[in-house]
């Protein structure tokens, strides 16, 4: 089965002892694309180190919901100076958290919209991720409201990405109406071993109203390991637990799923390093 893994730090410092066995493990699973999104100034250039060291994955730079209030103006003008360099193919990760309110929620909400500028600016998608506390929908109400304030879906950002998705769900969480809403939007789905915890279950009605143009799958690695992966610490390989997962969801062979997923990345994150 084609794989991708759209979502994985391997520039966590977890990954320091043994990316290049991670990475070959990755090969022989059959990971074909990994786009290593930053959290941070640091983790940000972290990112840009691994994929100058693996040529094949790609980059994202930006500012977590985590470490909203900790970026200054001197650290996002950092991040924002290397959003048009050419490893960098996403904006992020950014997005919102309100169940572990790591960062004031008005920082959060202050990040996410300087976030989600740079992405209209340079045409890079935005990476969000966004958390309510169990139950609960409140982040996922105020990012969809964030979204439309910032004119997603308008003649601003259909200028920026034409038909391609202005932003990825990183990590899918949320109810069935705001996955309809997500589509409405023609963002990028992006599913994670989340989709196997108690709670996620509508997951599953995501995974199948998702665009194929679209969809995409992660493991969010070194985080979130599904049924079957190390539970201390998650690595890509394991991508394949979730896109058999989502195979089923959708009715359809792995092998034309992996077709699907390797064509919807390239369409979302569309590189000139990389050899279409
Ligand atoms: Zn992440």
Known sequence: ????????????????????????????????????????????????????????????????????????????????????????VAIGETGLDFDRVFSPIPDQLANLRRNLRLALDT??????????????????????????????????WTAAFGDRPPAIIHSYSGPADYARIVVDLGLAMSFSGLVFRRGEEVAATAAAIAAADRLLVETDSPFLSPPGAPRRRNSPEWVAITARWLAERRGETEASLGEVLVASYDRTLPSHRRPA
């Open 1 to 88: 089965m084609r794989l991708v893994d759209s979502h994985c730090h391997l520039n966590a410092d977890r990954f320091d002892g043994d990316v290049d066995l991670v990475v070959g493990g990755a090969r022989l699973a059959g990971v074909e694309r990994i786009l290593v999104p930053g959290w941070n100034v640091a983790s940000s250039e972290r990112a840009l180190a691994v994929v100058d060291r693996f040529p094949w994955m790609d980059a994202a730079v930006g500012v977590h919901p985590h470490d909203a209030a900790n970026v200054d103006e001197a650290g996002w003008a950092t991040i924002s100076g290397w959003a048009d360099d050419p490893r960098v």
């Open 123 to 156: 045409g890079k998608p935005a990476i969000l991720h966004c958390r309510s506390s169990d139950g609960a929908r409140d982040a996922q109400d105020a990012l969809v409201g964030e979204l439309r304030a910032a004119g997603v879906g308008g003649p601003s």
